[in-house]
């Protein structure tokens, strides 16, 4: 069917005529023709995609019904609303962990000993906006972006900020503790697609996506995703597969925090992402898998996350990710923790910048996998739906990087399957329970 069974859901559930969010993709290449009778039906054009044939824009039901009768019409899919990757709970941690402490824990100091900090690497960070006058990464923005409507670049949530800090904070003391990113020396390119409540739209990720590859990102960083994982094939998905695969861009994507199985979202179900699970570092012990985090399989039981993080813990003591913020978050603070797969993700995305500038540049998905396959933490194992191959340890990661005997991860692909299949009877209880209907369940759009 030409229209997207979950944007038939949204058009059951609002008025007739109310506008909705849509997202056409098309079965030829995108001309002024295309557009012309896309509005020509009834479609509010605002954007298209430079890198794959889709249109973004808005229509009411009877405009959606006379878009997809046309030949040229391949999907017309909703524009899911996306949310930063954050757990509700959110007060002030117990134990806050420093992104120093982050790194050391992912042998970061293995890199820095060979004087890789990510210098000459550029990390776009998108997601609510940055505080670029922020002193732990002011230093560090090279340039911004938004594609939110009406909104600069600037962070009035403290989502991005707090992200930003994780991934490339330069060197400071704060309240007398050591403080830096986990790629001190990279450079930032904000790019916005959260707006001030830390909300926005699929299209708009696909957009700042895109825009990210024309500023010049060597990673791509997204604390953020929808509830649901479109079988991976998304539209926004879609596009980070064409960056990995054509533009050789690392795109690293929070799994999310539902913490059932089958609630990784999307853009994190896309095939080439570097989807990254949360574990804690200290609360109630290492390598703990956090509370909060989303767990795999997704729905074409494809085996998801690739990886965790430390993302800290809503166990007792609470551990928290402790990085810069600004905006509604801050409460007159400079500096804060947060918690969740959003902190897990730009600890990984530093990490991989560490490691490009180490070597594996233009990215290589294959032999990254590989190489996370050989050293995951605390022991490798075959990719699972709780931590991916293991926690990163970037450290093992450059030691193996002239290994000539790096596992065929594509070739293990089968086993992850099987895996999956053997241990669905004792997961489909949570699969099937109201709960994880409910936080997959279709989000009326915004704008509505």
Not at 3 to 10: H, Y
Not at 264 to 292: D, E, N, Q, R, Y
Not at 304 to 316: I, S
Request: net charge negative; hydrophobic share 40%; aromatic share 6%.
């Amino acid at each position: 069917m030409p229209v997207e069974k979950r944007l038939s859901d949204v058009l059951a559930m609002i008025r007739p005529g109310i506008q909705v969010p849509i997202i056409v993709a098309t079965s030829v290449p995108i001309t002024p023709e295309v557009g012309s009778h896309l509005m020509s039906v009834g479609m509010n054009v605002t954007g298209e995609s430079g890198m794959i044939q889709q249109i973004y824009g808005i229509a009411t039901e009877d405009a959606i019904q006379q878009i997809a009768a046309l030949p040229f019409v391949a999907t017309v899919h909703y524009d899911e609303p996306v949310t930063m990757q954050m757990p509700q709970n959110q007060e002030s941690g117990v134990i806050n962990v420093t992104p120093a402490e982050v790194a050391e824990n992912m042998g970061a100091g293995e890199l820095y000993d060979a004087g890789y900090t990510g210098k000459s690497i550029s990390i776009a960070v998108i997601d609510t906006g940055c505080d670029i006058n922020h002193p732990f990464i002011s230093s560090a923005v090279e340039k911004t972006a938004s594609m939110v409507p009406g909104e600069d670049e600037d962070d009035y949530c403290g989502h991005g900020t707090h992200c930003a800090g994780i991934a490339l904070g330069r060197d400071t003391v704060v309240d007398g503790r050591k403080m830096h990113g986990v790629a001190p020396d990279a450079g930032l390119i904000v790019v916005k697609v959260l707006d001030k409540t830390g909300s926005g739209q699929t299209s708009w990720v696909c957009q700042g996506i895109e825009k990210a590859v024309e500023l010049g990102a060597d990673v791509i960083s997204m604390s953020l995703g929808s509830v649901w994982d479109g079988g991976g094939i998304g539209p926004d998905a879609q596009i980070v597969n064409k960056v990995v695969t054509n533009y050789r861009i690392p795109v690293v994507v929070a799994a999310g925090n539902s913490f059932l199985p089958g609630t990784v979202g999307s853009p994190g179900s896309a095939a080439g992402a570097i989807t990254v699970g949360s574990v804690a570092l200290m609360s109630p012990h290492k390598f703990a898998i956090s509370s909060f985090s989303s767990k795999g399989p997704l729905s074409n039981f494809q085996t998801k996350p690739n990886c965790a993080g430390f993302g800290g813990n809503l166990w007792n003591p609470k551990e928290t990710i402790y990085s810069s913020i600004a905006g509604s978050l801050a409460d007159g603070k400079s500096y804060a923790g947060l918690l969740g797969t959003s902190m897990a993700t730009p600890g990984v995305s530093g990490a991989v910048a560490l490691l490009m500038q180490a070597g594996l540049m233009p990215f290589d998905r294959i032999m990254f996998e590989q190489l996370l396959a050989t050293t995951g933490q605390p022991t490798p194992h075959l990719q699972n739906n709780l931590d991916g191959w293991g926690t990163m340890d970037v450290g093992a990661m450059y030691a193996n990087i002239d290994n000539p005997w790096l596992p065929d991860t594509e070739a293990l692909k089968p086993l992850m399957m099987a895996e999956t299949l053997a241990t669905l009877p004792a997961s489909l209880p949570a699969l099937m329970s109201p709960e994880r209907r409910e936080r997959t369940a279709v989000r009326l759009p915004y704008m509505t």
